[in-house]
């Protein structure tokens, strides 16, 4: 008999609670014995629920418990999340998360304590949900080099671009809409602004690039700038707006690479731009493998518990397997500013004085947007326009 | 220092043994220790080759060398691979392959020797080339029931297909192309008959539903009934053709699934849709993770050897660690005939004449094309016709 602990049991933990007892048949053959969720971590009223017996409000139950293997952590943030996760770890207990922030800012130290004591820190639904990703990524592709890794990763701002370029919303509209649908938070900064891609790409840089990338370092941008008019405008030029976060190796020497988050022009047609609603997807550029994608639902209820409960079975059946994950401490002088990365450019500007940087312009009621003729850095684009005002400009994915 | 032997040296296993070289030092650092490819097994003239001072033509220096502890086999077919392979495994070494024919016929026996030898025999490459996909759906997706599975698993026909939708060439002609650019074998029976994907499906159906599915119990029907008049067709109706490896779980008692390869309508728009010219694709359905599609290249040297090298890495280094996959023996009861499963139908007939199972019908030259306005079985679109000629039906993949 296998026995793990839960903390938290809202959206995701509830998620993680149905499933282990309603496939605990199936857990049971995969692991090769009974596993049993022995108690949930739980502030909240929970009598009523299924799983009321279990809940118990003092993890040092948990922590001195050593009939407790594994820890499945749902509990979000920092603060109370980073205290429980270290003590689990120190007790000797596997911990599987999905909190992107806490391996973001913390992950570096943690998986340092989990080596240290043999065990295993897994958080494979901590970027694209349930998509199978980081695992494939470190285990199917430990034979190529990463050139790079890109996606979407937030299914909130998907949801508002899909909004705005399918019915012609606003951003205020569709934002309005997905908060009205359960898709956006009361307050949803953490999704607009960029924040949560950004934890997500510098989880997949530190695991492809093999240094640590703390948060502060990953230029930011949401999408508060991307108006209805760049969706139209985009759309006549043959693009989807899409916000991606992005990591890639930098030629030269060195070993660089760059990470940042930002809305993208990607081309329709392509399997990117066919990702609509809150679906995620992320691609990745192997130099054997080629180009990989990686597509399913990045968020909610079951998808994400689906993949805690895999790493839960994984830290279960791996005994004393060696684990694959971790990275080293932070290199700054590898980390690139992506600002000096060329691309080609969308702009969108007053019509006609955008004198020849710009090819396949479209123009509607007198703002024009187009695409730049060559790839060019920040600092180029700026300088072909001149005295120009740029009204709205976004990287092409090419 | 740990020692491989690589069974064929041609387009895949040249591959392999490019990236152990070029790879050494980062594969170092992945298994731990360094890794040498001590011998190559090639009957063919290797002089002047890299690796030429490796070759060797007996067999039985690589069962018999006990500092081998994997064995890469690239051979192909089911005679001399399937009697290396199982020697390979009796002597005690892992062995990796990529030959989907030796493990759709003979997986079940060789995988209970490797069970019972405590070895790892991993097939990651045998399906969908380079794209991670066995070990994400066996391992990440562990939570979940899979209730389908189905997706563009040969590259040929895919570029067959796609030469004709989107060049309006006819069968003959795109395969011809395809033959000069080498992407389909001068007999190109394997690829455009469906074997290939047949093959691929048994492989995915036996880790899905957990019973062995031999080739022969599998309908398949290839892309030769598919003409240009079905491709300009379906293409005014809003579709692609896509030929689908499809296997998924019947509703009902007794856990009972089916699988088949068929040529589909798919939706433009969708992602599947999108999947065009030699890469491959799959969707799956789990109930907790809902739908996943991953994507990428599904054949070619390189691809195929980046998951061939991952798989030698992971024997290396997983140690003792437990080993997931396998399926049990088959059980005949379970398999259901494809034909029984309800769909709605592609149907291309003599104009006028198909009463009102059609809608959404589209008409050039006198031939009608059309969508079932409902889900029924073959027999049931048959008797809807009764006595007008159906001159080609594809299923809709809804």
């Given at each position: 008999m296998k026995k793990a602990a839960l903390l938290g049991c809202g959206v995701v933990g509830g998620g993680?609670?149905?499933?282990?007892?309603?496939?605990?048949?199936f857990l049971e053959k995969s692991v090769g014995e009974p596993v049993e969720l022995k108690y949930i971590l739980e502030m909240r009223d929970c009598s009523g629920e299924p799983w009321a017996d279990r809940v118990i409000r003092d993890f040092a139950l948990i922590e001195?418990?050593?009939?407790?293997?594994?820890?499945?952590?749902?509990?979000?943030?920092v603060t109370v999340a980073y205290d429980f996760v270290r003590r689990s770890l120190l007790a000797g207990k596997s911990v599987v998360t999905c909190n992107k922030q806490l391996i973001a800012e913390?992950?570096?130290?943690?998986?340092?304590?989990?080596?240290?004591k043999g065990l295993f820190l897994l958080f494979e639904a901590s970027v694209g949900g349930g998509i199978p990703l980081l695992r494939p990524l470190t285990n199917c592709l430990s034979a190529n080099r990463i050139d790079d890794i890109y996606g979407i990763v937030n299914g909130t701002t998907n949801y508002i671009l899909t909004q705005m370029i399918e019915c012609g919303q606003d951003f205020s509209d569709a934002l309005r809409e997905a908060q009205r649908l359960g898709y956006?938070?009361?307050?949803?900064?953490?999704?607009?602004?960029?924040?949560?891609?950004?934890?997500?790409?510098?989880?997949?840089a530190d695991l492809c690039f093999g240094s640590n990338v703390p948060p502060e370092r990953v230029p930011t941008e949401g999408i508060r700038g991307v108006t209805g008019e760049d969706a139209l405008l985009a759309d006549r030029l043959g693009y989807a707006i899409k916000l991606l976060a992005y990591a890639r190796r930098v030629e030269g020497e060195g070993e660089r690479f760059t990470a940042f988050v930002?809305?993208?022009?990607?081309?329709?047609?392509?399997?990117?731009?066919?990702?609509?609603?809150?679906?995620?997807?992320?691609?990745?550029?192997?130099?054997?493998?080629g180009e990989c994608l990686f597509y399913g639902a990045g968020a909610g209820r079951m998808p994400t518990a689906s993949a805690m409960v895999a790493?839960?079975?994984d830290t279960m059946r791996r005994g004393d397997g060696r684990k694959f994950i971790d990275w080293g401490e932070e290199q700054p002088e590898r980390f690139a500013d992506p600002e000096s990365l060329p691309s080609r450019w969308y702009v969108r500007y007053q019509n006609g004085c955008a004198g020849d940087a710009m090819e396949n312009c479209v123009s509607e009621n007198g703002v024009c947007g187009g695409i730049t003729a060559r790839p060019m850095t920040l600092a180029e684009l700026r300088?072909?326009?001149?005295?120009?005002?740029?009204?709205?400009?976004?990287?092409?994915?090419?």
């Open positions: 993680v609670a149905a499933i282990m007892q309603d496939n605990a048949a001195s418990d050593p009939e407790i293997s594994v820890v499945a952590e749902c509990i979000g943030g913390k992950g570096l130290e943690l998986l340092g304590i989990a080596k240290e956006a938070e009361a307050d949803p900064t953490a999704d607009v602004d960029g924040l949560d891609a950004m934890r997500k790409i510098c989880i997949l930002a809305p993208h022009l990607v081309k329709k047609g392509t399997l990117l731009a066919s990702v609509s609603g809150v679906m995620n997807a992320v691609v990745v550029h192997g130099n054997a493998v790493d839960i079975i300088e072909a326009f001149g005295a120009t005002e740029i009204l709205s400009r976004f990287r092409v994915l090419d």
